[in-house]
């Protein structure tokens, strides 16, 4: 069953209520740059995307939607809802709210102390008939909330909560609610504990779901399924943007193809979104460290004689299926799953990370089967890494890129993929932009951040080491960084 929501209309798209879940993605280009957003706008509608996001860094960018959308106009796209994203300025969201269908705020960043210029955002909203989402990052925490709370799911939890309670009170109710991070663990647990929380306080507020900087290629659509893919399963989110380092219109299929394979799916697992987080929290099996999963095709023949091997041949999600049948099992004996692909491709590695990963990351198998025409190693791999349960290559935590974007950002990310592939287990960010990147690269051990265009701040941990340096030079000085 899907989790009942309220409807959200943002100009001539709504989110919510019993509608279909919405796909959507995000501009990459200078928001100034009208006709470049546009040609982008376009071919995201071609690809079947209605919502679409724009960074407005200043009041500048917010006016220029206004340019965006009559051009859009002429150009016949009429269907298309156009959202503001801002970070930091309250005045910025004001402005931003006179052109946009929707203003994206995050919590983390958001000036403003005493709620006083929320209330004022609100207003504005109101009078302009304009929707609102609270986008909590895991990685752009308020202080406070770090300090009581820290770095955590239920710090998420809180400061979402704190926006929307402010909502209810001005009687604002198009208001959608987001909770992202690039580690799927914290960003399921965190949708879990806020649906928990406004279920608590009778809040329908719909649902925005994404995994942040998941990266590209097949790892970033992997990353992105599976945690997607786990909520989805249990009947939550009512819009989804699956956030790759790739040209906008390469996420919609994507979002497309995981919302399609759940639509109508949705198991009544959720049933409590507590006991969810704490089975994965409880499970021996979820640590990563002590059983991680193994491959089908690693096993001898006398392990697997030993395993339970489930199968599951039916058409639709298998998560589900496989919930039911470990949950029935008793006894020790370790567990595959299989299921056989005929797909191959982005709609193996979408379908067979939906299928997969949910159950991995909830700590309920052993082993992985991916039955497909060819050997699907680097794939059962991929999911066992998106679920955190077997690392066994770097992790790239790289943002999808917008208009603050300061470099090449797809083709930073492959050189950066190709020169550090033997860096198993260390996390590396990179990051477009150095205002927002480096408080949304979260746990990342390095930092490859744009500083100004042409040059490149690099980071271990949260700190800085290299400050401003000619992008030729800061693969090598990353390298070297590294010391591997
Ligand atoms: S890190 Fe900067 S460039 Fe990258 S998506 Fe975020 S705001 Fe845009």
């Given at each position: 069953m ?5 409807e959200?209309?943002?100009?001539p ?9 919405a ?22 509608r071609?690809a ?14 917010a ?12 150009r ?5 809802a ?27 960043n ?12 609100i ?7 304009v ?6 990052n ?13 770095d955590?799911?239920?710090?998420m ?5 704190e ?11 198009r ?25 608590a ?16 290629a ?10 997607i893919?786990?909520l989805?399963?249990?009947g939550?989110?009512?819009?989804v943007?699956v ?9 919609i ?51 697997l ?19 039911r ?5 008793d006894?020790?004996?370790p567990?595959?799953l299989?299921r056989r692909y ?7 590695w979408?379908k ?39 690392i ?5 935590i ?24 033997h860096?198993?287990g260390?996390?590396i ?9 480096p ?27 290299r400050?401003?340096?000619p ?5 090598d ?8």
């Open positions: 899907r989790r009942e929501s309220c959200v209309r943002l100009g798209a709504a989110i919510g209520g019993g509608l279909p879940v796909v959507q993605t995000m501009t990459s280009v200078d928001t100034n740059d009208t006709a470049a957003c546009v040609e982008q706008i376009v071919r995201v071609q079947g995307g209605r919502i679409v996001r724009l960074t407005t860094q200043g009041v500048r960018e006016e220029n939607l206004g340019n965006i959308r009559r051009e859009l106009l002429g016949g796209v009429s269907d298309v156009l959202v503001a994203d801002v970070h930091f300025s309250p005045e910025v969201a004001l402005a931003a709210a006179e052109h946009a269908d929707k203003v994206r705020i995050n919590p983390g958001y000036r403003d102390a005493e709620g006083s210029r929320l209330r004022g955002l207003k504005k909203c109101m009078e302009r008939d929707a609102l989402r609270i986008g909590v895991h990685g752009s925490l308020a202080p406070q909330i770090v300090e009581r709370y820290g955590t799911p239920q710090g939890t809180a400061s979402a909560m926006f929307l309670r402010v909502c209810r009170s001005e009687g604002f109710d208001v959608v609610v987001s909770m992202k991070s690039s580690n799927v663990r914290v960003m399921t647990a965190a949708y879990r504990l806020l649906v928990a929380a406004m279920d306080e009778g809040m329908r507020y719909p649902l925005h779901l994404g995994v942040t900087e998941a990266g590209n097949m790892e970033g659509r992997v990353k992105s399924s599976v945690g893919a786990a989805l399963a249990e939550l989110g009512d819009t943007r956030s790759l380092t790739e040209e906008p219109e390469c996420e299929p994507v979002a497309q193809r995981l919302v399609d394979y759940f639509a109508g799916a949705a198991s009544s697992h959720c049933g409590s979104a507590g006991e969810a987080v704490h089975s994965a929290a409880v499970n021996p099996r979820a640590d990563g460290q002590k059983h991680p999963p193994r491959l089908y095709s690693e096993l001898s023949p006398g392990e004689a030993d395993c339970r091997i489930i199968s599951y041949d039916g058409r639709g999600p298998a998560a589900p299926y496989w919930r049948a470990v949950a029935a099992l006894g020790d004996r567990v595959i299989h005929d797909e191959q491709g982005e709609a193996l979408v067979a990370a939906a299928d997969f990963g949910p159950l991995f990351l909830d700590g309920l198998a052993d082993g992985i089967w991916i039955d497909a025409a060819r050997n699907e190693d680097a794939l059962a791999l991929a999911i066992l890494q998106a679920a955190r349960v077997r066994s290559a770097p992790e790239y790289a943002c999808p890129g917008c208009g603050r974007t300061l470099f090449d950002l797809q083709g930073t990310l492959e050189s950066i993929k190709q020169r550090t592939g860096l198993k260390l996390k960010a990179v990051m477009g932009c150095i205002v927002n990147g408080g949304e690269m979260a746990d990342a051990d390095y930092g490859y951040v744009g500083a100004a265009p042409g040059h490149v701040t690099l980071y271990r941990g949260r700190e800085v080491v400050r401003n340096i992008q030729e030079e800061a693969i000085a990353l390298l070297e960084l590294t010391g591997r």
